[in-house]
């Protein structure tokens, strides 16, 4: 994996330090698209700045961090090519890459710990796409997107 972006609003700013460390850790490499203060801003524009990196190719994957995670990865879905995963557990994440080849993985700040969240993102960084049977399904994805 080459290049990670991250992005939050003012929802997701505490988490987003916690995950910066994690990744810093773990040397990965990233850029940080997100908001810098809990400053209340809106969820759409750092969802999209984080979205279309990855769609572009400047970054391989994305992680996304609001209040509850769920306008990030609707918003990051809007863009074509974007699957993004809101995850709660260590099984959805590992799923979401191996059978649905997320390449966003968003959480909620005000709704899991910061524990699990390092934990869910660790599976989800780790895992592979299966591909095979699932290259057939997001094929049919793409053509709905397509439309």
Avoid at 31 to 51: E, H, R, V, W
Avoid at 63 to 72: K, Q, S
């Amino acid at each position: 994996m080459k290049k990670i972006a991250i992005a939050n609003d003012h929802g997701g700013y505490n988490y987003k330090k916690i995950v910066l460390n994690y990744l810093k850790e773990n040397k990965y490499d990233f850029i940080d698209f997100g908001c810098d203060s809990l400053d209340s801003c809106d969820y759409p524009d750092f969802a999209l700045k984080a979205a279309v990196a990855v769609k572009s190719g400047e970054c391989d994957i994305g992680i996304l961090i609001c209040g509850t995670g769920i306008g990030m990865s609707i918003a990051a879905n809007k863009v074509k090519g974007i699957r993004a995963a809101l995850c709660h557990d260590v099984f959805s994440a590992k799923m979401a890459r191996a059978h649905n080849n997320a390449n966003i993985i968003a959480f909620g700040e005000r709704v899991i710990g910061a524990g699990l969240m390092l934990e869910i993102l660790d599976a989800f960084l780790k895992t592979k796409f299966d591909g095979g049977r699932h290259e057939k399904r997001l094929e049919k994805v793409l053509k709905i997107e397509n439309k």
